[in-house]
T-cell receptor, first 111, second 114 residues
């Protein structure tokens, strides 16, 4: 079945540093989404990407939809302690189709 | 006002029991989902309903039966619970006809089978 490979699995960074994580797939997706999950909560949508090559920002977060439709990355600039959590990429082939999730990147930020 | 609410938040039960998890959304969405998150945090879709009709049914043991009485509710019933069913179960909803494909998730139900 379709799989998303997300890396890195975990990151330990200092407050103020920039962070980058990415997702790759062997098959094409037509929508890429990035979610954040806090402990004890469900994933919350951060950024949605709908077109190949699209670059979208949400505050300190920037995500890009790869031109091949098989990858996406998420950057977080000037990290702060509340950025701690698990970040998931997710891909969808068609509207109404299932959302496939990456394995997650666990981010820890040291004050 | 919680957009997607699940009950209970925690469920501890013995092997062999039957249990249900309820989900309700007040977003007016037409599609609802159940996802399972395992101990390694991997999220995998189980079921999807659109306007009360089952549209996605992944390879899930038939001990799991979803029920959607109306498009705002999607419940999950599990028969003969096994140790391996222990996980966090998330309900989510979306609007298929909207340009925004993102799902809204509930806060999860942590099921522990002992």
């Amino acid at each position: 079945g379709q799989q998303l490979n997300q890396s890195p699995q975990s990151m330990f960074i200092q407050e103020g540093e920039d962070v980058s994580m990415n997702c790759t797939s062997s098959s094409i997706f037509n929508t890429w989404l990035w979610y954040k999950q806090d402990p004890g909560e469900g994933p919350v949508l951060l950024i949605a990407l709908y077109k190949a090559g699209e670059l979208t920002s949400n505050g300190r977060l920037t995500a890009q939809f790869g031109i091949t439709r098989k990858d996406s990355f998420l950057n977080i600039s000037a990290s702060i302690p509340s950025d701690v959590g698990i970040y998931f990429c997710a891909g969808q082939v068609n509207q109404g189709g299932k959302l496939i999730f990456g394995q997650g990147t666990e981010l820890s930020v040291k004050p | 006002d919680t957009a997607v609410s699940q009950t209970p938040k925690y469920l501890v039960t013995q092997m062999g029991n039957d249990k249900s998890i309820k989900c309700e959304q007040n977003l007016g969405h037409d599609t609802m989902y159940w996802y399972k998150q395992d101990s390694k945090k991997f999220l995998k879709i189980m079921f999807s309903y659109n306007n009360k009709e089952l549209i996605i049914n992944e390879t899930v043991p038939n001990r799991f039966s979803p029920k959607s009485p109306d498009k705002a509710h999607l419940n999950l019933h599990i028969n003969s619970l096994e140790l391996g069913d222990s996980a966090v179960y998330f309900c989510a909803s979306s609007q298929l006809t909207a340009l925004n494909y993102g799902y809204t998730f509930g806060s999860g139900t942590r099921l522990t089978v002992v």
